[in-house]
């Protein structure tokens, strides 16, 4: 525990209160600040207090109720009228609009990838900042995006040739030549109101759809910028390169748009369990705000400091300076209301984490509100943050009401503060339009958190049954209502044009071939943003929102049949069938790996999320999400008898020892075998053998109280 400071009856870290006091406030006084935090603390953490008391009372009851439903056939319209009678189920709210207003048109208007990076790592959270333009090129040499791998350190120029190979026919797809190809463009040059291109010798347009913006630079190394579906993609031609010398027209590079907005967690994908992290945290957002976040690391012998990028200038056609923006826009993910922190005590006990994560990161993003040039994020003069793991409208209204109450305590307009809400659970998703309506006048984000909201399914239906393998879970008939309900409810409600209807992770980093196969289907299925786990990987996302115009797909979706709530509210049962032996052994040790190589750098390192081997040696994004999907899974099968305490004990040890192997390069790393009793091997074990009583099936108490054991250790 730090040393404390008191504060208008709170009890403050003192860091945390040094960094707030001498960095954060700007426009607003220390003394001002003390005194409506404090206050806001004493009328609201009590009602934070009942509705996570009211998620206990919800859970109790269909717990009991599922328990007399026991051997009969699971009755989905019996459980409808039961969670209707409980309270867990709300009146449909009348028909609304979403009123957002003052919103920057990277969310309101424009349909792209968005990053999500942990703001505890400045050099991620600047790589995601920076993340708004990146080399096609690039993405498409260094990853299997084209099959096969350079060869050699230096430049493979048969590689090479098949990278500017596929980008010609991308171009030639997206954004087309009026005749030819761009593989036989020998010149690119601009007049006095376009771009053209010499195949053959004939100047030749680009095709209608395309749109020329105006160029950076002059002579021979020069970028024209183009727009396409509102999006722009950069032509860089320079002769004087490796690349460009061998090609025809000295086209060096494509630069797409990429990573339009980016989320800087301050939740799932950290691990901050006191104030000496949250210091951290905040710290990284300030810089971030004020735009002077810097971070000085070794890469290849070298060092390097890494900043945010500066916009672009671009001259169009008439002569005139245009303005891009050099970074994504940025949106700060706070964590829900579950957790409390010891950073800021009231009458002896930690408050609401939440609520400091509300006051603090808004209060840093002030310094970015105050600007009126150099590196801005919003230049329509708002806040973003996203809020997850809800529970239905009552505590949706309840983020709204806090937030508003940030905003009297810093100054600022009402609705300064814009919510992105993200339906990653059960009771929201159930009740998607009513929580909407409840922050219409502030809303920008829906995004569907599959991840979350699989564990939460599993967790409410704990009692009912036996679910099924989690690499069933995606086919589940309820999850894909899920998704299409996410999209309904945005498009019903007039979300576009205020805000993002948004999907998913991909979490193969290394799989950008997959990706690329599969992830054009959050476009298609009318998502104007999705999320990706790399700036490469926003890179190559990039062209599926050339290959799909989202607004022309979500009129073509728009007034579809509502999604069924009889199919969303079925659980993912067994349902009386029986897995076979090998099945559920294997199922056992692929989540017990999964858990152990994440839990280990959580617990023992502070990393809230990272690439993590599978039991197949496969790289994937594991963060607290895909832990809770986990622990609840097996959870469930301990409780229905489909594993043993033993069973789970050992495939803890065998997967220990493989994790072990896994981090053997780890200069930091601290094995778990042979003694099987570090903090640890301990705390994944805990979160099975807990979880079935843990709340939500949140992985967090747990995993905080390992984390600050190690810590203290």
């Given at each position: 525990m730090s040393e404390t400071v008191e504060r208008h009856g709170l009890t403050v870290a003192e860091p945390l209160a040094r960094l707030i006091e001498d960095e954060v406030l700007t426009g607003v006084t220390a003394d001002a600040f003390w005194s409506g935090y404090a206050a806001l603390l004493k009328d609201l953490a009590p009602r934070n207090r009942s509705l996570l008391a009211e998620r206990d009372r919800l859970q109790a009851e269909i717990d009991a109720w599922n328990e007399t439903q026991k051997g009969k056939p699971y009755d989905t319209a019996a459980q409808i009228a039961f969670l209707t009678e409980i309270g867990y189920l709300k009146p449909a709210p009348a028909p609304f609009e979403v009123t957002t207003r003052n919103v920057d048109p990277e969310i309101a208007e424009i349909a792209g990838p968005q990053l999500v990076v942990p703001v505890s790592n400045a050099r991620f959270a600047l790589n995601a900042a920076n993340a708004r333009w990146g080399s096609l090129y690039d993405a498409l040499y260094g990853t299997d995006a084209i099959p096969g791998a350079a060869a050699g350190s230096r430049y493979d120029s048969e590689r090479g040739a098949k990278v500017v190979a596929w980008a010609a026919k991308f171009l030639d797809e997206r954004l087309p030549l009026a005749a030819g190809s761009h593989a036989e463009v020998t010149h690119y040059r601009a007049d006095r109101r376009e771009l053209l291109a010499e195949v053959g010798g004939t100047p030749v347009p680009f095709a209608a759809g395309v749109e020329y913006v105006g160029a950076?630079?002059?002579g021979e190394a020069v970028r024209y910028v183009l727009r396409h579906n509102g999006l722009h993609v950069i032509l860089a031609v320079d002769p004087s390169t490796e690349v460009g010398a061998s090609h025809p027209a000295g086209l060096s590079d494509v630069i797409m748009e990429s990573a339009m907005t980016a989320i800087q967690d301050c939740e799932d994908s950290v691990a901050a369990v006191d104030a000496e992290d949250k210091v951290l945290v905040y710290r990284n957002w300030l810089g971030l705000m004020k735009g002077d976040l810097a971070e000085t690391f070794q890469k290849g012998g070298q060092t390097m400091t890494r900043r945010l990028n500066p916009d672009l200038e671009v001259r169009t056609p008439s002569g005139e300076t245009v303005t891009l923006p050099g970074r994504a826009l940025l949106l700060v993910r706070n964590v829900g209301h579950l957790m409390t922190t010891d950073a800021v005590m009231l009458d002896g006990e930690e408050t609401p984490e939440g609520m400091l994560d509300a006051a603090v990161t808004v209060a840093c993003a002030m310094h970015d509100l105050a600007k009126t040039e150099g590196l801005r994020n919003s230049r329509a003069g708002s806040v973003y943050v996203v809020k997850p793991k809800m529970h239905g409208p009552d505590e949706v209204a309840f983020a709204r009401d806090l937030y508003a109450r940030v905003e009297t305590i810093l100054g600022l307009p009402e609705n300064t503060v814009k919510l992105g809400v993200m339906d990653e659970e059960r009771r929201t998703s159930a009740n998607l339009l009513a929580a909407m309506a409840e922050v219409k006048d502030r809303l920008v984000f829906i995004n569907t958190g599959f991840l979350d909201r699989t564990g939460d399914e599993i967790h409410t239906a704990m009692k009912a049954g036996p679910v099924i393998p989690k690499d069933e879970m995606k086919s589940a008939p309820w999850l894909l209502t899920y998704e299409d309900n996410n999209v309904d409810a945005g498009l019903t409600a007039g979300l576009p044009g205020h805000g993002q209807i948004g999907k998913g992770m991909w979490a193969k980093p290394d799989k950008m071939a997959e990706m690329l196969e599969a992830k054009i289907g959050h476009p298609t299925a009318g998502a104007n943003t999705a999320w990706v786990p790399s700036p490469t990987a926003a890179t190559l996302h990039a062209t599926h929102y050339h290959a799909v115009d989202v607004g022309a797909r979500q009129a073509e979706i728009a007034g579809r049949a509502p999604a069924s709530q009889e199919t969303l509210l079925t659980?993912?049962?067994?349902?009386?069938?029986?897995?076979d032996p090998e099945t559920v052994a294997r199922a056992l040790d692929d989540s017990c790996q999964s858990m152990l190589g994440y839990v280990v750098r959580w617990v023992d390192q502070g990393i809230g999320c990272s690439k993590v081997p599978d039991i197949n040696d496969v790289g994937l994004m594991e963060d607290r999400a895909t832990l809770r999907i986990s622990a609840q899974l097996l959870a469930n099968w301990l409780m229905h008898g489909l594993i043993t305490e033993e069973e789970v004990e050992a495939s803890l040890r065998r997967m220990?020892?493989?994790?072990?192997?896994?981090?053997?390069?780890?200069?930091?790393?601290?094995?778990?075998?042979?003694?099987?009793?570090?903090?640890?091997?301990?705390?994944?074990?805990?979160?099975?053998?807990?979880?079935?009583?843990q709340p939500s099936g949140y992985t967090e108490p747990i995993l905080h109280r390992y984390r600050r054991e190690a810590k203290a250790a």
């Open positions: 950076i630079g002059e659980p993912p049962l067994l349902a009386g069938r029986n897995l220990a020892e493989k994790v072990d192997a896994q981090n053997a390069g780890d200069a930091n790393y601290t094995p778990m075998a042979p003694s099987f009793d570090g903090t640890a091997f301990r705390a994944t074990r805990a979160l099975i053998l807990e979880g079935a009583a």
